[in-house]
């Protein structure tokens, strides 16, 4: 989880004009989510899927120093949801995650994309032109 949502929030900061997609009939489930979240302006095709669930606590390595799993699922969660709201996501999105076990998915209908503001805008009529990288001077 931390990896998806620092790797977002580094990219949305040096890259302003981040465009999250999910394309027609695709899916974006699990730690997805998150990454999708820190696009600046974010899409879903037609019949596209985004589904959420509870983190899984694992247990720590054999051998490894000893851990409170618990506490580490929570303070998890929590940074998650720090970062959902920082990225302009109602926390109602993780709160569905929160309730739903770790080994089913919760999937959002489209209207609750929208109004939860995990999608920002409507899909573009016409693909976008594919983005040049800028030279660094």
Same mark, same amino acid.
């Given at each position: 989880?931390?990896?998806?949502?620092? $790797?977002?929030?580094?990219?949305?900061?040096?890259?302003?004009?981040? @465009?999250?997609?999910?394309?027609?009939?695709?899916?974006?489930?699990?730690?997805? +989510? @998150?990454? $999708?979240?820190?696009?600046?302006?974010?899409?879903?095709? +037609?019949?596209?899927?985004?589904?959420?669930?509870?983190?899984?606590?694992?247990?720590?390595?054999?051998?490894? +120093?000893?851990?409170?799993?618990?506490?580490?699922?929570?303070?998890?969660?929590?940074?998650? @949801?720090?970062?959902?709201?920082?990225?302009?996501?109602?926390?109602?999105?993780?709160?569905?995650?929160?309730?739903?076990?770790?080994?089913?998915? $919760?999937? $959002?209908? +489209?209207?609750?994309?929208?109004?939860?503001?995990?999608?920002?805008?409507?899909?573009? @009529?016409?693909?976008?032109?594919?983005?040049?990288?800028?030279?660094?001077?």
């Amino acid at each position: 989880m931390y990896t998806a949502t620092s $790797f977002s929030t580094e990219t949305r900061s040096t890259i302003p004009a981040v @465009l999250s997609r999910i394309e027609a009939g695709r899916y974006c489930a699990s730690a997805c +989510p @998150l990454v $999708f979240a820190g696009g600046v302006e974010r899409r879903v095709g +037609p019949k596209a899927v985004i589904g959420v669930h509870q983190i899984a606590a694992v247990k720590s390595a054999a051998g490894g +120093p000893g851990s409170d799993e618990m506490s580490i699922a929570q303070r998890s969660s929590a940074q998650c @949801l720090a970062y959902l709201v920082e990225m302009g996501v109602n926390p109602r999105v993780w709160v569905r995650a929160m309730e739903t076990p770790h080994d089913r998915l $919760f999937v $959002f209908q +489209p209207d609750e994309l929208a109004a939860m503001k995990l999608v920002t805008a409507d899909p573009p @009529l016409a693909a976008p032109a594919a983005i040049q990288p800028q030279s660094r001077s």
